[in-house]
T-cell receptor, first 116, second 118 residues
Framework: AQSVTQLGSHVSVSEGALVLLRCNYS??????LFWYVQYPNQGLQLLLK??????LVKGINGFEAEFKKSETSFHLTKPSAHMSDAAEYFC??????????????FGTGTSLTVIP | EAGVTQFPSHSVIEKGQTVTLRCDPI?????LYWYRRVMGKEIKFLLH????????ESGMPNNRFLAERTGGTYSTLKVQPAELEDSGVYFC????????????????FGPGTRLTVL
């Protein structure tokens, strides 16, 4: 069984400060990992994904995440927050070896507020 | 290229009524998924279509939910009769088949339908 834990349902940072959103997963097999972002009144947009290549993954809008197997983590970071980063962020895990298709397992989401 | 679209964006119904949600996946995507997010909780898988066939419906809550995918194109999710606990945001996602390397592909999500059952 797979599961995802996102620590902190709400995170506030000042504009220009480091953004760190935490994601820990539980998986019986090496997983694929995803970060999605949802802006108000929009769908989930893929930020980045880890599919067993490089452990440091760069995504859109300056975000990156590092896969750490020993810590079962896939934390999302951005060096300098921008007002436009205010949104809800979801971490998801999938089983790449599923027989066919793959359901995603999501965390509960982290709402990011950027303070001017 | 158009993304995943869902209709309606919002629906408010009374307990006992019927509601049908529609999802149009990205053209050419054989895989279509339904998910649901109850307020404050995680987004949870409901079911998965491959073309017109239900591949996995292990997440469907009960038999009040009926999903169809006619001709392998758009999909509908009907809730009949609706109960209070069915309230939430229903997301649809689509993906291409696994790539040649066998990697399960990224899922592309629609904006969701917010269902409120009073």
């Amino acid at each position: 069984a797979q599961s995802v834990t996102q620590l902190g349902s709400h995170v506030s940072v000042s504009e220009g400060a480091l953004v760190l959103l935490r994601c820990n997963y539980s998986s019986s097999v090496p997983p694929y990992l995803f970060w999605y972002v949802q802006y108000p009144n929009q769908g989930l947009q893929l930020l980045l994904k880890y599919t067993s290549a490089a452990t440091l993954v760069k995504g859109i809008n300056g975000f990156e995440a590092e896969f750490k197997k020993s810590e079962t983590s896939f934390h999302l970071t951005k060096p300098s927050a921008h007002m436009s980063d205010a949104a809800e962020y979801f971490c998801a895990v999938s089983d790449p070896f599923a027989y066919t298709g793959n359901q995603f397992y999501f965390g509960t989401g982290t709402s990011l507020t950027v303070i001017p | 290229e158009a993304g995943v679209t869902q209709f309606p964006s919002h629906s408010v119904i009374e307990k006992g009524q019927t509601v049908t949600l529609r999802c149009d996946p990205i053209s050419g995507h054989d895989n279509l998924y339904w998910y649901r997010r109850v307020m404050g909780k995680e987004i949870k898988f409901l079911l998965h279509f491959v073309k017109e066939s239900k591949q996995d419906e292990s997440g469907m809550p009960n038999n009040r939910f009926l999903a169809e995918r006619t001709g392998g194109t758009y999909s509908t999710l009907k809730v009949q009769p609706a109960e209070l606990e069915d309230s939430g945001v229903y997301f649809c996602a689509s993906s291409q088949d696994k790539n040649l390397a066998g990697f399960a592909d990224t899922q592309y999500f629609g904006p969701g339908t917010r269902l409120t059952v009073l």
